[in-house]
Protein backbone atom coordinates (compact mmCIF):
# COMPACT_ATOMS: atom_id res chain seq x y z
CA UNK A 1 0.00 0.00 0.00
CA UNK A 2 1.41 3.66 -1.09
CA UNK A 3 0.29 6.57 0.85
CA UNK A 4 0.99 10.11 -0.58
CA UNK A 5 1.22 13.21 1.39
CA UNK A 6 0.98 16.21 -0.75
CA UNK A 7 4.00 18.41 -1.09
CA UNK A 8 2.49 21.95 -1.73
CA UNK A 9 5.00 24.24 -0.28
CA UNK A 10 2.73 25.25 1.93
CA UNK A 11 4.34 24.17 5.28
CA UNK A 12 7.43 21.51 6.56
CA UNK A 13 6.28 18.35 5.72
CA UNK A 14 8.95 17.01 7.90
CA UNK A 15 7.00 16.49 11.20
CA UNK A 16 4.06 14.58 9.53
CA UNK A 17 6.15 12.67 7.54
CA UNK A 18 7.90 11.02 10.20
CA UNK A 19 4.52 10.37 12.16
CA UNK A 20 2.64 8.64 9.31
CA UNK A 21 6.39 6.35 8.39
CA UNK A 22 6.24 5.23 12.14
CA UNK A 23 2.34 4.69 12.10
CA UNK A 24 2.79 2.75 8.85
CA UNK A 25 5.65 0.95 10.18
CA UNK A 26 3.78 -0.44 13.50
CA UNK A 27 0.36 -1.33 11.30
CA UNK A 28 2.51 -2.80 8.39
CA UNK A 29 0.71 -0.15 6.36
CA UNK A 30 2.92 0.13 3.22
CA UNK A 31 4.95 2.67 1.78
CA UNK A 32 4.66 6.40 3.08
CA UNK A 33 5.69 8.90 0.20
CA UNK A 34 5.87 12.92 0.35
CA UNK A 35 5.56 14.01 -3.22
CA UNK A 36 4.23 16.86 -5.91
CA UNK A 37 4.44 14.20 -8.54
CA UNK A 38 1.38 13.65 -10.36
CA UNK A 39 2.41 10.57 -11.04
CA UNK A 40 2.79 9.39 -7.65
CA UNK A 41 -0.72 10.71 -6.41
CA UNK A 42 -2.65 9.09 -9.41
CA UNK A 43 -0.93 5.46 -7.67
CA UNK A 44 -1.71 6.46 -3.94
CA UNK A 45 -3.91 3.94 -2.16
CA UNK A 46 -4.19 6.63 0.40
CA UNK A 47 -4.21 10.19 0.00
CA UNK A 48 -3.17 12.77 2.81
CA UNK A 49 -3.38 16.53 1.92
CA UNK A 50 -1.74 19.19 4.81
CA UNK A 51 -1.73 22.70 4.67
CA UNK A 52 -0.65 25.41 6.60
CA UNK A 53 -0.82 28.94 5.64
CA UNK A 54 -3.83 31.52 4.41
CA UNK A 55 -6.70 29.14 2.34
CA UNK A 56 -6.19 31.31 -1.00
CA UNK A 57 -2.56 30.52 -1.18
CA UNK A 58 -2.89 27.25 -0.36
CA UNK A 59 -5.52 26.32 -3.13
CA UNK A 60 -3.32 28.50 -5.25
CA UNK A 61 -0.78 26.97 -4.94
CA UNK A 62 -2.40 23.40 -5.82
CA UNK A 63 -5.10 24.50 -8.42
CA UNK A 64 -3.64 26.95 -10.12
CA UNK A 65 0.28 26.61 -9.64
CA UNK A 66 0.09 22.45 -10.14
CA UNK A 67 -2.81 21.89 -12.29
CA UNK A 68 -1.89 18.70 -13.15
CA UNK A 69 -1.00 17.55 -9.33
CA UNK A 70 -4.94 18.48 -8.34
CA UNK A 71 -6.41 16.65 -11.64
CA UNK A 72 -4.12 14.07 -10.08
CA UNK A 73 -6.02 14.32 -6.50
CA UNK A 74 -9.29 14.74 -7.81
CA UNK A 75 -9.21 11.69 -9.98
CA UNK A 76 -7.80 9.74 -7.24
CA UNK A 77 -10.35 10.71 -4.29
CA UNK A 78 -13.33 11.27 -6.14
CA UNK A 79 -13.23 8.64 -9.01
CA UNK A 80 -11.43 6.25 -7.78
CA UNK A 81 -12.15 6.17 -4.37
CA UNK A 82 -9.00 6.17 -2.47
CA UNK A 83 -9.26 7.04 1.29
CA UNK A 84 -8.33 11.26 1.71
CA UNK A 85 -7.43 12.95 4.98
CA UNK A 86 -7.29 17.02 4.69
CA UNK A 87 -5.08 18.52 7.65
CA UNK A 88 -5.55 21.81 8.92
CA UNK A 89 -5.98 24.09 5.72
CA UNK A 90 -6.38 20.99 3.55
CA UNK A 91 -9.05 20.38 5.96
CA UNK A 92 -10.89 23.54 5.08
CA UNK A 93 -10.07 23.51 1.45
CA UNK A 94 -12.61 20.62 1.24
CA UNK A 95 -15.46 23.32 2.07
CA UNK A 96 -17.22 25.33 -0.97
CA UNK A 97 -15.58 28.24 -0.07
CA UNK A 98 -13.14 30.37 2.28
CA UNK A 99 -13.49 33.62 3.42
CA UNK A 100 -10.52 34.22 4.64
CA UNK A 101 -8.76 37.87 2.63
CA UNK A 102 -11.55 36.97 -0.12
CA UNK A 103 -13.67 34.87 -0.95
CA UNK A 104 -12.06 31.61 -2.52
CA UNK A 105 -13.90 28.26 -3.76
CA UNK A 106 -13.04 25.12 -1.80
CA UNK A 107 -12.94 21.17 -3.43
CA UNK A 108 -16.58 21.77 -2.37
CA UNK A 109 -16.46 17.76 -0.40
CA UNK A 110 -17.70 19.76 2.52
CA UNK A 111 -21.02 21.41 2.85
CA UNK A 112 -19.27 24.29 5.07
CA UNK A 113 -17.90 27.82 4.58
CA UNK A 114 -14.43 28.84 6.05
CA UNK A 115 -14.83 31.83 8.46
CA UNK A 116 -13.19 33.94 10.80
CA UNK A 117 -13.02 32.36 14.53
CA UNK A 118 -15.55 34.99 16.63
CA UNK A 119 -15.68 33.75 19.92
CA UNK A 120 -17.73 35.54 22.43
CA UNK A 121 -15.47 36.32 25.28
CA UNK A 122 -12.30 38.77 24.97
CA UNK A 123 -9.99 36.93 26.65
CA UNK A 124 -9.96 34.36 24.08
CA UNK A 125 -7.35 34.46 21.76
CA UNK A 126 -7.02 34.36 17.90
CA UNK A 127 -5.67 32.42 16.33
CA UNK A 128 -6.77 29.08 18.87
CA UNK A 129 -3.58 27.46 19.57
CA UNK A 130 -2.49 25.14 21.65
CA UNK A 131 -4.10 22.08 22.93
CA UNK A 132 -7.84 21.84 22.83
CA UNK A 133 -10.07 18.75 23.95
CA UNK A 134 -12.36 16.53 21.39
CA UNK A 135 -16.14 16.33 21.68
CA UNK A 136 -16.54 13.63 19.79
CA UNK A 137 -20.41 14.05 17.87
CA UNK A 138 -20.18 11.27 15.46
CA UNK A 139 -18.49 7.46 15.11
CA UNK A 140 -16.61 6.76 13.08
CA UNK A 141 -13.42 3.87 11.68
CA UNK A 142 -11.13 6.56 11.94
CA UNK A 143 -12.34 7.67 15.58
CA UNK A 144 -12.01 4.06 16.66
CA UNK A 145 -10.64 4.45 19.78
CA UNK A 146 -10.47 8.48 20.30
CA UNK A 147 -13.26 9.50 23.29
CA UNK A 148 -14.80 12.88 24.13
CA UNK A 149 -11.95 14.46 26.16
CA UNK A 150 -8.75 13.59 24.23
CA UNK A 151 -5.88 16.11 23.46
CA UNK A 152 -5.15 17.56 20.07
CA UNK A 153 -2.95 20.84 19.22
CA UNK A 154 -4.57 23.76 17.14
CA UNK A 155 -3.11 26.57 15.65
CA UNK A 156 -5.97 28.59 13.24
CA UNK A 157 -7.65 31.74 13.07
CA UNK A 158 -10.39 30.41 10.84
CA UNK A 159 -12.90 27.58 11.32
CA UNK A 160 -15.06 25.59 8.83
CA UNK A 161 -18.62 26.86 10.04
CA UNK A 162 -21.28 23.63 9.14
CA UNK A 163 -23.85 23.65 6.69
CA UNK A 164 -24.72 20.07 7.61
CA UNK A 165 -24.14 18.72 10.51
CA UNK A 166 -24.06 15.31 9.96
CA UNK A 167 -20.49 15.94 8.12
CA UNK A 168 -18.99 16.70 11.21
CA UNK A 169 -17.03 13.82 13.49
CA UNK A 170 -16.26 16.43 16.26
CA UNK A 171 -16.07 19.83 17.28
CA UNK A 172 -14.58 21.50 20.35
CA UNK A 173 -15.62 24.27 22.72
CA UNK A 174 -13.55 28.01 22.45
CA UNK A 175 -16.45 30.63 23.05
CA UNK A 176 -18.37 28.79 20.79
CA UNK A 177 -18.23 25.42 19.13
CA UNK A 178 -15.27 24.98 16.52
CA UNK A 179 -15.13 22.32 14.44
CA UNK A 180 -12.37 20.17 14.61
CA UNK A 181 -13.45 16.50 12.38
CA UNK A 182 -15.10 16.34 9.58
CA UNK A 183 -16.03 13.68 6.87
CA UNK A 184 -17.73 12.52 3.60
CA UNK A 185 -17.90 9.14 2.43
CA UNK A 186 -14.22 8.22 2.15
CA UNK A 187 -12.85 11.67 3.04
CA UNK A 188 -12.32 12.67 6.33
CA UNK A 189 -10.41 16.09 7.56
CA UNK A 190 -8.99 17.35 10.97
CA UNK A 191 -8.41 20.99 11.95
CA UNK A 192 -5.53 19.59 14.12
CA UNK A 193 -2.54 18.66 13.23
CA UNK A 194 -2.09 14.84 14.39
CA UNK A 195 1.56 14.68 13.93
CA UNK A 196 1.66 16.69 16.83
CA UNK A 197 -0.98 15.97 18.54
CA UNK A 198 0.88 12.75 20.39
CA UNK A 199 -0.93 9.75 21.19
CA UNK A 200 -4.15 11.18 20.25
CA UNK A 201 -2.87 12.25 16.64
CA UNK A 202 -0.79 9.08 16.36
CA UNK A 203 -4.01 6.81 16.77
CA UNK A 204 -6.21 8.84 14.42
CA UNK A 205 -2.95 8.45 11.83
CA UNK A 206 -2.72 4.49 12.57
CA UNK A 207 -6.74 4.18 12.04
CA UNK A 208 -6.58 5.92 8.66
CA UNK A 209 -4.00 3.54 7.24
CA UNK A 210 -6.16 0.68 8.77
CA UNK A 211 -8.98 2.23 7.47
CA UNK A 212 -10.65 -1.06 5.22
CA UNK A 213 -14.15 0.76 3.69
Given at each position: ?????????????H????????????TDAGTVLVSANPEDVARADRVVLPGDGAFPACRAALVRDREALFEALN????????????????????????????ETPGFGWIDAEVVPIAPADPALKVPHMGWNDLVIDRDHPVLAGLATGD????????????????????????GAPLTAIVADGLKIGTQFHPEKSQATGLRLISNFLDWRP
Open positions: MLTVLIDTDSGNLSAEKAFQRMAREETVEIRGRPFLGICVGMQLMARKGLEYRHAYFVHSYHMEMTSPDQRLAHVEY
